[in-house]
């Protein structure tokens, strides 16, 4: 769980939600079955849809990739790996779950790591 604050109002001509996090902005599809209003805070699962390789995260201290003026860009630590290569990823106190194509690099837990997230949606919690 997250506590943002919508940046733009949604409604009927569009879902698109731009949020500002404790660590910055996000953009993705407003999934509540309300629409939000500028100002407004909300408490928001994230989910990223798309399935990932491994060299679409950027490793800490392995800074091979660039996000030149990239936006939607999500921070976190892996806290875990499963054996069917889905990913736990912590951000803040919030936990993403990321399905993974390929195999892990084995000092991936405890890792922090950056993810271009053009596919993020923001479920409210009701809470």
Known sequence: ??????????????????VSTGSGKLQGVWMGNYPMRAGEEVDVELEIRRPR????????GRRRKTFDG??????????????????VLR??????LLEMIDDP????????????????EFYPTGI
């Open 1 to 18: 769980m997250v506590r943002v604050t919508a940046l733009n109002d949604t409604g009927q001509t569009s879902q698109i939600l731009t």
């Open 53 to 60: 390789y491994w060299s679409d995260l950027v490793l800490e």
């Open 70 to 87: 990239a936006e939607n860009l999500v921070r976190g630590r892996i806290a875990e790996v499963f054996a069917d290569g889905t990913v």
């Open 91 to 96: 951000i803040g106190t919030s936990i993403v």
């Open 105 to 120: 690099p084995r000092e991936a837990v405890g890792t922090s790591v950056l993810l271009r997230a053009d596919d993020l």
